[in-house]
């Protein structure tokens, strides 16, 4: 036995429902299409950060490939990865393109690391301060220095 009766319905009342329900299910539809569109662009998006991902991963292989007189069973062993597989990720990129990425590595190698203030202490600093500072505590910036 039903508990709705569609007896003591009004036909604007069915009307008004049928609408309501129109309503929602375009709304639905609405929302499950630009779902769809959202989904399809995060994968498009992410296979194009993972073919920028492998690229850079032929690239590197090839760069130490290069580096290592291309040994690649010597490669092999340090990564443990089979000197197949290496092989064959390094040979679509140029020697030219590894050369670069080499060349990268050497400048970024170049580069001195900034150093962060409080992670090195000088052995005179545990020691307790009981005479004048050393010359080399003295600051470079002294008044005689600002001629």
Do not use: C, W
Not at 28 to 55: F, H, I, M, S
Not at 88 to 99: G, I, L, M, S, Y
Not at 126 to 134: I, K, L, V
């Amino acid at each position: 036995m039903s508990t709705t009766s569609t007896s003591g319905v009004s036909a604007s009342e069915l009307r008004r429902r049928v609408r309501a329900i129109a309503t929602f299910q375009a709304k639905t539809r609405e929302l499950a299409a630009a779902d769809a569109l959202v989904k399809r662009k995060a994968a498009q998006d992410a296979a194009k950060e993972k073919e920028r991902a492998d690229r850079a991963a032929r690239e590197a292989v090839a760069a130490v490939l290069r580096l290592y007189d291309n040994d690649a069973e010597l490669v092999a062993d340090l990564l443990g990865v089979p000197a197949e597989e290496l092989e064959r990720e390094a040979k679509p990129v140029t020697a030219a393109r590894a050369k670069e990425v080499i060349e990268a590595l050497q400048a970024r190698a170049e580069r001195r690391r900034p150093r962060r203030p409080g992670l090195i202490v000088p052995p005179a600093a545990s020691a307790p301060n009981t005479a004048a500072p050393s010359p080399s505590a003295v600051s470079d910036h002294t008044p005689a220095d600002a001629g």
